[in-house]
């Protein structure tokens, strides 16, 4: 090394040892390289007395402020104490810090929302009387539905279903647009029960149009709702009438079908006008006509039901002429059902007929069976025979008082073929003669059974044999001539069936009357006088035993005449 040292020259050396010492000790370093050799041996001398000297001098200024010192280090202890709490409190604080920043982050937050409520209270108060209208249309919505006033709802439904769509998001809005809808389903229940009521071509096509606003049927079902309603109408109209009364019901019945029927087929087709460009929208598929076709059925299941509890001719004649007058006014609309009627009072006809002949039989056999065979004062009678009933005239003779039970069998029959003559079928002519002679057959064949069943004396032997020759004579010739009143040629169908009496006529000729038929008449004036001599010999000998009962039993009874009237069904 100290062989390096002396390689080197003088300023290298002197560059080497400036670079070894710190940036303190250079100007030190500087300092002895310029000493001499000698300066430089005293140097260390120099040095340690400068030591000593500053040795000194630090006792001294240590004994002279030690109380600075003792200060400085009471001091110092004081700040190392402080520094260590000051360490913990900065770790406490370190900790804390998170806490302070998630704070710090929900007051912003915390602001954040309250100033976007700040916002939108003054956004609300500033709209304010528009959001109170808006909250109000429900209301308002309602209001015009109870009034009637279905334009200005349907314009308050619309607006607010637009918001609706604009606004998908809004609870507000979308609460709102719910409380439109339940108030548009009673605006739609009031218009279908408008709909249901007696309302004329205009209001209908007035709802129709409120119908199609709404949106909520389509063209099919709309067409099929109407149809619906109106028929909810037309059976309210039905059951507000009288069925007790089958008369009066069926013409109720007939007068609403034939007004009511008529202007709603009529105002469908003026509302639903079928177009021809092919639509299916437009196209009902025959669903007018199913439901006419329905309506037509009903009225002949009615018609059906109801004719028979109907007990009169006239009544009968008056509800057809008003039937084939309604089908009639419907052929306007192609609902012409003339051709179904007649079957319907076909039936009812014969039953009514049939019924009658019952009746009139079944009082026949009643008076037949409390009869008394006693002889009762003749009544006159015209000179010229009991079958020689003049043409115009269907009195019946005078001479069946004489006979109580074919008196009144004929007024029952006079009965049936009056109740007959106002609606008196040509279609029917052989199944009602058939039913006229059924009823004469059951009078023969009742008064042969009484001659078999019961045991008559000579004198009411006689009276019985003048009763059935009668009932041959008298009673069998002018049920057929009053028939064939009610049906021209009639009269010969109902003379045809000779073969009813065929055995009272064998009774009669195995009687001891051997006169000719040529004279009934005096036979007949003849057995009346003696009846009525032989009458009252029989009421004074029974004078005493006879109860008034019995006495208006036996008495005469007044004969009913038929109408003359003939009539052309």
């Given at each position: 090394?100290?062989?390096?040292?002396e390689?080197?020259?003088?300023?290298?050396?002197?560059?080497?040892l400036?670079?070894?010492?710190?940036?303190?000790q250079?100007?030190?370093?500087s300092?002895?390289?310029?000493?001499?050799?000698?300066?430089?041996?005293?140097?260390?001398?120099?040095?340690?007395?400068?030591?000593e000297?500053?040795?000194?001098?630090?006792?001294?200024?240590?004994?002279?402020?030690?109380?600075?010192?003792i200060?400085?280090?009471d001091?110092?202890?004081a700040?190392?104490?402080?520094v260590?709490?000051?360490?913990?409190?900065?770790?406490?604080?370190?900790?804390?810090?998170?806490?302070?920043?998630?704070?710090?982050?929900?007051?912003?937050?915390s602001?954040?929302?309250?100033?976007e409520?700040r916002?939108?209270n003054?956004?609300?108060?500033?709209?304010?009387?528009?959001?109170?209208d808006l909250?109000?249309?429900?209301?308002?919505?309602?209001?015009?539905v109870?009034?009637?006033?279905?334009?200005e709802?349907?314009?308050?439904?619309?607006?607010?279903?637009?918001?609706?769509?604009?606004?998908?998001?809004?609870?507000v809005?979308?609460?709102?647009?719910a409380?439109?809808?339940q108030?548009?389903?009673?605006l739609?229940?009031?218009?279908?029960?408008?709909?249901?009521?007696n309302i004329?071509?205009?209001e209908?096509?007035?709802?129709?149009?409120y119908l199609?606003r709404?949106?909520?049927?389509?063209e099919?079902?709309?067409?099929?709702?109407?149809?619906?309603?109106?028929?909810?109408w037309?059976?309210?109209?039905?059951e507000d009438?009288?069925?007790?009364?089958?008369?009066?019901?069926?013409?109720?019945?007939?007068?609403?079908?034939?007004?009511?029927?008529f202007?709603?087929?009529n105002?469908?087709?003026?509302?639903?006008?079928?177009?021809t460009?092919?639509?299916e929208?437009?196209?009902?598929?025959?669903?007018?006509?199913?439901?006419?076709?329905?309506?037509?059925?009903?009225?002949l299941?009615t018609l059906?039901?109801?004719?028979?509890?109907?007990?009169?001719g006239?009544?009968l004649?008056?509800?057809?002429?008003?039937?084939?007058?309604?089908?009639?006014?419907?052929?306007?609309v192609?609902?012409?059902?003339?051709?179904?009627?007649?079957?319907l009072?076909?039936?009812?006809?014969?039953?009514l007929?049939?019924?009658?002949?019952?009746?009139?039989?079944?009082?026949f056999q009643?008076v037949l069976d409390?009869?008394?065979?006693?002889?009762?004062?003749?009544v006159?009678?015209?000179?010229?025979g009991?079958?020689?009933?003049?043409?115009?005239?269907v009195t019946?003779?005078?001479?069946?008082?004489?006979?109580?039970?074919?008196?009144?069998?004929?007024n029952g029959?006079?009965?049936a073929?009056?109740?007959?003559?106002?609606?008196?079928?040509?279609?029917?002519?052989?199944?009602i003669?058939?039913?006229?002679?059924?009823?004469?057959?059951?009078?023969s064949?009742s008064?042969?059974?009484?001659?078999?069943?019961?045991?008559?004396?000579?004198?009411?032997?006689?009276?019985?044999?003048s009763?059935?020759r009668?009932?041959?004579?008298?009673?069998?010739?002018?049920?057929?001539?009053c028939?064939?009143?009610c049906?021209?040629?009639?009269?010969?169908?109902?003379?045809d069936?000779?073969?009813?009496?065929?055995?009272l006529?064998?009774?009669?000729?195995?009687?001891?009357?051997?006169?000719?038929?040529?004279?009934v008449a005096?036979?007949?004036?003849t057995?009346a006088?003696?009846?009525?001599?032989?009458?009252?010999?029989?009421?004074?000998?029974?004078?005493?035993v006879?109860?008034?009962?019995e006495?208006e039993?036996?008495?005469?009874?007044?004969?009913?005449?038929?109408?003359?009237t003939?009539?052309?069904?």
């Amino acid at each position: 090394m100290a062989t390096e040292v002396e390689d080197m020259s003088p300023p290298e050396t002197t560059a080497s040892l400036l670079s070894l010492a710190s940036a303190s000790q250079q100007p030190y370093v500087s300092e002895l390289l310029s000493f001499t050799l000698d300066r430089l041996h005293k140097e260390p001398e120099l040095l340690r007395v400068d030591a000593e000297r500053i040795q000194r001098q630090m006792q001294e200024v240590a004994v002279g402020n030690y109380r600075a010192f003792i200060t400085a280090a009471d001091a110092l202890l004081a700040i190392r104490q402080e520094v260590s709490s000051i360490d913990k409190h900065l770790e406490s604080l370190i900790g804390e810090v998170p806490k302070l920043t998630c704070g710090c982050t929900e007051f912003i937050d915390s602001a954040e929302n309250i100033l976007e409520k700040r916002k939108m209270n003054q956004a609300l108060l500033a709209n304010h009387s528009t959001l109170l209208d808006l909250l109000e249309i429900p209301q308002l919505m309602d209001t015009c539905v109870r009034n009637g006033n279905f334009d200005e709802a349907l314009d308050l439904e619309a607006f607010v279903s637009k918001l609706a769509t604009m606004h998908p998001k809004l609870p507000v809005i979308q609460a709102l647009a719910a409380e439109v809808r339940q108030t548009t389903q009673s605006l739609l229940s009031q218009l279908l029960q408008k709909l249901r009521s007696n309302i004329q071509l205009p209001e209908c096509l007035r709802i129709i149009g409120y119908l199609r606003r709404i949106g909520v049927f389509g063209e099919y079902e709309m067409r099929l709702q109407f149809l619906r309603c109106r028929e909810a109408w037309l059976t309210g109209i039905l059951e507000d009438l009288d069925q007790k009364n089958a008369y009066e019901y069926l013409k109720g019945m007939i007068n609403c079908h034939r007004m009511h029927l008529f202007d709603v087929v009529n105002q469908y087709r003026a509302i639903f006008a079928d177009d021809t460009s092919g639509s299916e929208e437009n196209y009902d598929g025959g669903l007018l006509f199913s439901w006419a076709m329905h309506q037509i059925t009903s009225h002949l299941k009615t018609l059906k039901i109801m004719l028979p509890k109907i007990t009169e001719g006239g009544s009968l004649s008056n509800i057809l002429d008003q039937c084939m007058y309604c089908a009639m006014g419907l052929g306007w609309v192609g609902l012409d059902f003339r051709g179904l009627l007649p079957p319907l009072f076909e039936e009812a006809v014969l039953n009514l007929f049939s019924k009658n002949m019952s009746t009139a039989v079944e009082n026949f056999q009643l008076v037949l069976d409390s009869h008394r065979w006693v002889p009762l004062p003749s009544v006159g009678f015209p000179s010229s025979g009991i079958n020689d009933d003049s043409k115009d005239d269907v009195t019946p003779p005078s001479y069946l008082m004489e006979h109580p039970p074919l008196a009144v069998f004929i007024n029952g029959v006079s009965a049936a073929l009056n109740e007959l003559r106002p609606c008196a079928p040509l279609s029917l002519k052989n199944v009602i003669a058939h039913e006229l002679i059924k009823g004469l057959q059951a009078v023969s064949d009742s008064l042969l059974r009484y001659n078999t069943t019961r045991m008559l004396r000579l004198n009411e032997s006689n009276l019985f044999l003048s009763l059935c020759r009668a009932f041959v004579e008298v009673v069998f010739p002018h049920c057929a001539t009053c028939f064939g009143r009610c049906y021209p040629g009639g009269a010969s169908i109902v003379m045809d069936a000779k073969s009813s009496y065929d055995g009272l006529s064998r009774i009669l000729a195995a009687s001891s009357s051997p006169e000719p038929s040529n004279k009934v008449a005096k036979t007949i004036s003849t057995d009346a006088t003696s009846a009525t001599e032989n009458g009252v010999t029989s009421q004074v000998e029974e004078k005493q035993v006879e109860s008034p009962t019995e006495k208006e039993e036996n008495s005469s009874i007044p004969l009913q005449n038929p109408e003359t009237t003939p009539h052309e069904s």
